[in-house]
Structure formats: structure tokens, C-alpha cells
């Protein structure tokens, strides 16, 4: 059995590790998530991307919609006293392209399942080329599997299930499909980026609550498997994106990184990783200063 030791090196920002974003709509989280290491594969699943250089598959469900299956004559075909279903292909979906040259034409889009499909199966094969896989948003992912869970328990909506039931099926659901792209891509090596809008901040007392727009359980089991969480918004002095890392039990933000730990630093992957290397070169001058 091998047992290694590990040396942390400060001056690099590991592969596979996860990161979660969060903030106000329009900070510039999608556009610069897209550029995350100059490589980066955006699962859109807000319809918001049209205006961003990236690299994206849009998702519209969870699991691949299906419809009756029929015959040359249009008869609905039975097997063992049901219908057959067929899996529609993703550009018979009912979506067309809304920019570009393609504009009007119909528009392939895919299920979450089908997306972690392809992943597996591109990385498995060494045939993945990006460095990074980014869901924008997951709270358009819970709400997908909110109405999963309405559908399954009869309800008519959230909140009806005796004992938080339904709340809990839902966190069970979005957290196997973080578990599963996260355990993935840590296999691998490739960051695992979450996307989402921050509540509206609220006031209790003298402190501030912010929080990723998501049930409280969620947010925190979310937080809990997560690396690095910024909050992302803009510098009025300056009208770009910010991101901060300055954390406290209003606050759900942080980071494993100590070089990133209580900043607040311009919002890209080239600035993040800037710091890293700046903190660790501070680091070195303060011990030969001894």
C-alpha cells in the first residue's frame, strides 16, 4: 500500500476542487465563470448565456422529456399494457435559437442526466477538453426538481408533506446530482463550479443575512461540500465585478485557500490566481525578513 506525503504548495490553486458563487443577477457571474481556466464547459440552465463568449450545452429538465411512441399510422403502440415511450431527440424539444445565424431554427437542448452522461463518458475516454464544468444556475436545478417531487407526492405545492417530507426529497435529489458532479470531476481533476442568485439581503438586529437563493437545508449542505464560496457583486466606484471571500455566520462565504480567505479582489480566474501566487510570494519576503 502506498502512503504518500503531501506538501502543500500555497503558489497553486488545485484541480477539482469546487467552488460556489453567489450574488444579485447581472454581476458578471456567468460571463466570467465562462472564462474560468480559459476553459471552461457552462451548463445553462436559465436560457442566459446568449450574450457570453463561452462554451455551453443548455439543459431544460432534469431527466430527457419522453413521449408516447406510434406507428406508421399514428397509433399509440402498446407493450404489456402501457404505452411506449421514446426519448425526444434534443432538437425536436420545442426550442429554437434565439441569436446568431441560426436564429429560429431549432435549438438542441439536453436533460441534466444527459450532460453527466457525456461528461463521464468524454473523461473516462481522455477525449474532455475543457477544465472546467459550471451549472448556472442551481436554483433553476431545484426548481426542476421541486416540481419533480410535487409530481411524485401528489402535492400541490412545497410545504404540503407532513414532517418537511417533500423538502427533504428535494435536497436528497439536487444533492446526488452535486454528488455526482462533484465526486466526477475531483476524479479528474477539473473544477466543479455552482452558480447562483443571492436572496435578498435581510436585516435581523445590526446584521445582514446573505445566503444563495435556495432552501436554508440546501444552501447549507451545499456550502458544506463546497471549497471556496465568494460573493460576487459590483464596485460602484469602479462598475466591474468583485468578488469577496470575507466570511461570518451572517455571511455564508469563505475559502479553503488562505491567500483568499476575508479578500475582496476584482472577479476572474486570472485574478483569483493572481492572489494565490501574490500571497505566497508576501509569504516567502516575511520569512527572509527574519
Known amino acids: ?23 444579485p443577477p447581472k454581476t458578471g457571474k456567468t460571463t466570467e465563470v465562462a472564462k474560468w481556466r480559459d476553459s471552461c464547459l457552462l451548463i445553462d440552465a436559465n436560457l442566459g448565456s446568449d450574450l457570453v463568449e463561452c462554451n455551453r450545452i443548455t439543459v431544460t429538465s432534469i431527466n430527457p422529456p419522453k413521449e408516447e411512441q406510434k406507428d406508421e399510422n399514428g397509433k399509440i403502440i402498446i407493450r404489456n399494457g402501457k404505452p411506449l415511450l421514446r426519448i425526444i431527440p434534443p432538437e425536436e424539444r420545442g426550442y429554437v435559437y434565439r441569436t446568431g445565424p441560426n436564429r429560429g431554427k431549432p435549438m438542441s437542448v439536453y436533460s441534466v442526466s444527459e450532460v453527466l452522461t457525456y461528461a463521464r463518458q468524454n473523461l473516462e475516454q481522455g477525449t474532455f477538453p475543457y477544465k472546467a464544468i459550471a451549472i448556472d444556475t442551481m436554483g433553476d436545478i431545484n426548481e426542476w426538481i421541486e416540481e419533480i417531487v410535487i409530481n411524485e407526492m401528489g402535492l400541490k405545492s412545497m410545504g404540503e408533506a407532513a414532517y418537511g417530507g417533500d423538502w427533504g426529497r428535494a435536497r436528497s435529489k439536487n444533492l446526488d446530482i452535486i454528488k455526482r458532479f462533484g465526486l466526477l470531476c475531483r476524479k479528474y481533476g477539473i473544477d466543479f463550479i455552482q452558480i447562483n442568485h443571492s436572496k435578498p439581503t435581510t436585516t435581523i438586529g445590526t446584521t445582514v443575512q446573505l445566503s444563495a437563493d435556495l432552501p436554508r437545508g440546501l444552501t447549507t449542505a451545499l456550502n458544506g461540500r463546497a471549497d471556496v464560496i465568494g ?22 462565504v469563505g475559502s479553503r485557500f488562505e491567500a483568499l480567505a476575508g479578500k475582496t479582489i476584482p472577479f476572474s480566474w486570472t485574478s483569483i490566481e493572481n492572489e494565490v501566487k501574490k500571497h505566497t510570494i508576501k509569504q516567502k519576503e516575511t520569512e527572509n525578513d527574519k
Open 231 to 252: 460573493y460576487v457583486s459590483i464596485d460602484k466606484s469602479t462598475n466591474k465585478a468583485v468578488v469577496s471571500f470575507q466570511a461570518y455566520d451572517e455571511r455564508q
Open 1 to 23: 500500500m502506498l502512503v504518500e506525503k503531501v506538501s502543500v504548495n500555497k503558489n497553486e490553486l488545485p484541480g477539482g476542487f469546487v467552488y460556489i458563487f453567489i450574488g
